[in-house]
């Protein structure tokens, strides 16, 4: 009787793994929208899940520490401070039946990043961080929420979902990575594709030192007008004014975004 002959070959072959537990077809270049698209999904419905409707988004150097020079530790102290007043108040803590709006979203860093997720968690909020994959620095820190941590490889997709559930934007001082999302929320304003949200720079010594917005505008780079699409705090207390005085509601998203 002739032997049957052997299909081996056939199922070691990497064409016949199934494509969903096939990682060298999934991380190849064909399948980078698909990638993106989970990228997009798993968080999406991470948020869903704990009810999170709109975030107040915290930006800063994930060099800072409260052991480091007086002005970080100062940086440092009023973005813990600012996580803490904003997640009280703005309506992270108590919810509103299964929605949580203005929650804390950060780049789930160290930094400025640790200090906002860690003063929502010194109050009792969740708090969002949105991790990415880099050679140095970007590990999780350890005060956001578990279920809320989330790891990117694309740079897009993370600021996606920064930007579409924001409430508005606070940007203690930085560096590139800071500078890189502030004018790309600034451009998203000015552009009109996101809506009117308050931005707010804390310190203004710092940042109208490194930028100077009025020559600008002097150049007609940008209008007038565009000055007016960010303001200046000191203190965690003064930036959570300006975010009232700029239309923020508490316990309330500020209106419908328009699509990313």
Do not use: C
């Not at 064909?30 to 999406?44: D, H, I, N, W, Y």
């Not at 803590?93 to 906002?116: E, F, H, L």
């Not at 308050?198 to 100077?212: E, G, K």
């Amino acid at each position: 009787m002739t032997e049957a002959p052997s299909n081996h070959l056939q199922r070691a072959s990497p064409s016949y793994r199934l494509p969903a537990l096939d990682q060298d077809f999934l991380l190849g270049d064909s399948m980078r929208g698909v990638r993106f698209q989970l990228e997009f999904g798993k968080a999406e419905l991470a948020l869903k899940a704990w009810g999170v409707r709109s975030t107040l988004v915290v930006f800063g150097s994930a060099r800072v520490n409260e052991t480091g020079p007086a002005n970080h530790r100062h940086w440092y102290a009023q973005a813990r401070r600012f996580g803490a007043l904003a997640s009280l108040e703005g309506g992270a803590v108590r919810g509103d039946g299964d929605v949580r709006d203005n929650v804390i979203a950060t780049g789930g860093g160290p930094g400025i990043m640790a200090a906002a997720n860690r003063g929502a968690a010194e109050a009792g909020a969740p708090s969002i961080g949105f991790n990415i994959t880099l050679p140095s620095e970007q590990e999780p820190n350890p005060w956001t929420t578990p279920d809320l941590t989330f790891r990117f490889h694309y740079f897009a997709m993370r600021k996606m979902h920064l930007a579409m559930r924001a409430n508005a934007l606070i940007v203690f001082p930085g560096g590139f990575g800071t500078l890189d999302e502030l004018f790309e929320i600034l451009t998203l304003r000015q552009t009109g594709k996101a809506p009117p949200i308050p931005v707010i720079l804390f310190d203004r010594a710092f940042w109208t030192s490194l930028i100077s917005f009025e020559v600008l505008e002097a150049q007609g780079f940008i209008s007038p007008a565009d000055l007016g699409l960010f303001t200046f705090a000191e203190t965690a207390e003064d930036a959570w004014r300006a975010l009232l005085d700029g239309g923020l509601v508490p316990g309330r998203p500020l209106g419908p975004k328009p699509a990313l």
